[in-house]
């Protein structure tokens, strides 16, 4: 386990990234972190669950011995809010080539109680050590060229009620099949497929394939649905470190019942390659 006191900087090119400074956490004693939860990643009501999962992803890889998460998996409990939270880490297991460790995060109710938001179970390992051996069917979604999809500042649709603050930290580019909901005539494909970078040019890692998976609209957009879709759980694999420039993310819905739909995504980097892959369960919503 790390004995410093703070996480180890970004690398000097990524210093001013937004991502990397509102991910920090701060070793208070072994296996607790201080961290701020930043109002730059709302969305509607909360603060955004990939940025959520990052954070705590950064105190994970700072507590375990190795360095890259492999499989990560997060229980959203209670929506989390902006300002002071407490993340505390716990080691499960470790082995010479997969490490495996808990993580929670706290935030203080008013009468001062601590209120657990996230709960995490997560494998590390080290994505730099694995083998270039690659047997897949799996092939890159089809995509418009960037230059004719469709930024946040192209959007005709009407602003969200809530924070959006979110989208000024990212450099989203929707494929122009998927913004029907925006014209007032979504596809009722239950589909979302982006090009995905971070708006201060910051290069796609591991960390950062966390936040892609759940940085896009909703594929319920698409479905009809518009307001708020709350993860209960969020699975992520991430299978490489992504190659420079912008990813390609891709969405699909199957299933809406019960007032329950799972999004699965597929994340690809610049070299053509499947770098993450996630599934999550998440609420409809209700309005």
């Known amino acids: 386990m790390s004995t410093s006191t703070e996480t180890s900087p970004a690398p000097a090119t990524e210093a001013r990234s937004e991502f990397d400074r509102d991910t920090a956490v701060t070793l208070r004693e072994p296996g607790v972190y201080d961290a701020e939860l930043s109002a730059g990643w709302t969305i509607i009501h909360a603060v955004n669950g990939g940025y959520l999962l990052a954070l705590l992803g950064r105190a994970l890889g700072d507590h375990l011995p190795h360095p890259d998460p492999f499989t990560i998996t997060a229980h959203y409990l209670t929506p989390s809010v902006p300002g002071p939270a407490v993340v505390r880490t716990g080691t499960v297991r470790t082995g010479r080539t997969l490490s495996t460790g808990t993580a929670s995060l706290y935030q203080y109710a008013e009468d001062g109680t601590e209120v657990e938001r996230i709960r995490v179970l997560a494998s590390y390992g080290d994505l730099g050590a694995l083998p270039d051996d690659v047997r897949t069917s799996a092939t890159p979604p089809a995509f418009a060229p960037?230059?004719?999809?469709?930024?946040?500042?192209?959007?005709?649709?009407?602003?969200?009620?809530?924070?959006?603050?979110?989208?000024?930290?990212?450099?989203?580019?929707?494929?122009?099949?998927?913004?029907?909901?925006?014209?007032?005539?979504?596809?009722?494909?239950?589909?979302?497929?982006?090009?995905?970078?971070?708006?201060?040019?910051?290069?796609?890692?591991?960390?950062?394939?966390?936040?892609?998976?759940?940085?896009?609209?909703?594929?319920?957009?698409?479905?009809?649905?518009?307001?708020?879709?709350?993860?209960?759980?969020?699975?992520?694999?991430?299978?490489?470190?992504?190659?420079?420039?912008?990813?390609?993310?891709?969405?699909?819905?199957?299933?809406?019942?019960?007032?329950?739909?799972?999004?699965?995504?597929?994340?690809?980097?610049?070299?053509?390659?499947?770098?993450?892959?996630?599934?999550?369960?998440?609420?409809?919503?209700?309005?």
């Open 146 to 287: 960037i230059e004719q999809c469709f930024s946040a500042a192209d959007s005709p649709a009407p602003p969200i009620p809530g924070s959006s603050a979110i989208t000024d930290r990212l450099d989203l580019r929707l494929d122009p099949a998927c913004v029907g909901w925006a014209l007032g005539a979504p596809s009722g494909k239950g589909e979302m497929r982006a090009w995905f970078g971070l708006a201060d040019g910051r290069e796609p890692d591991p960390l950062s394939l966390l936040l892609a998976v759940d940085a896009l609209p909703p594929t319920s957009f698409e479905l009809g649905l518009k307001g708020w879709t709350p993860t209960v759980e969020l699975t992520v694999h991430v299978r490489c470190r992504p190659a420079p420039g912008p990813l390609r993310v891709a969405i699909t819905t199957r299933n809406l019942a019960g007032g329950f739909l799972e999004e699965d995504a597929e994340v690809w980097d610049g070299a053509g390659r499947l770098v993450a892959q996630s599934r999550q369960l998440a609420r409809a919503p209700r309005g």
